[in-house]
């Protein structure tokens, strides 16, 4: 069986910070699109033009897909269907894609920005694939702010490693950074932030 890698990083992103760096995608690769991934009604997935516009459904994500490495016609016979249901299901990783998750409002107090993530898996000897996951991930980090874990009760950074990293888009910092009560969290006790304690 082979062996697959996987890379994948962490992201509090708004629409706005969403729709900046599809644009820098764009501008950067030639023959990427976005599809919208959700349970469709039919096997047909549904393009966009940015990760923004992602959101036909309450549990949409995106996915990044590279038409030099995997057509739209070859992503289209590996969808599937849910055999109970009505619905269609298209894959959000492998050759020549990319998943993303929407950053979500968090539904607890302290609240504020549910982080999303970046995804990417792929076989080992798939080196296009793993060349276009390193180039999304480098190009999109540029764009971001790395983020440290927070303790909210006295607004100084916790000095803890973690398995990976998080990033924040700069107008997620704008609206969430430890801004009118709000934060970037990822559960109800972590918080992170982009500033230090005499920076707030």
């Known amino acids: 069986m082979q062996k697959q890698r996987t890379m994948v990083f962490e992201t509090f992103l708004t629409a ?3 729709k900046t760096i ?12 976005f599809i919208d991934r959700y349970p469709w009604p039919a096997p047909e997935p549904v393009i966009c033009q ?11 994500g995106c996915v990044i897909i590279n038409q030099n490495i995997i057509s739209l016609e070859h992503y289209k016979k590996i969808i599937y269907k849910i055999p109970t249901h009505e619905i269609y299901h298209g894959p959000m990783v492998g050759e020549g894609l990319i998943q993303v998750e929407h950053s979500r409002v968090a539904e607890y107090q302290p609240g504020g920005l549910r982080n ?15 060349k276009f996951a390193q180039d999304i991930f ?15 009760s006295t607004g ?10 998080f990033y924040a888009g700069p107008d997620a910092i704008e609206k969430y950074d430890q801004v009118n009560g709000l934060f ?17």
């Open 50 to 60: 940015s990760i923004d516009m992602c959101h036909g459904a309450i549990n949409s």
């Open 22 to 33: 599809s644009a820098i995608l764009k501008n950067n690769f030639d023959k990427i699109d």
């Open 116 to 130: 999303g993530r970046f995804a990417a898996s792929f076989y080992i000897d798939d080196l296009q694939t793993k």
């Open 184 to 200: 970037l969290t990822n559960h109800a006790q972590a918080y992170f932030t982009s500033r230090t304690h005499g920076d707030c």
């Open 16 to 18: 706005q910070d969403e």
């Open 138 to 152: 480098k190009i999109v980090k540029k764009y971001l702010i790395k983020v440290e874990p927070l303790d909210i």
């Open 156 to 165: 100084e950074v916790v000095p803890v490693k973690l398995a990976r990293g």
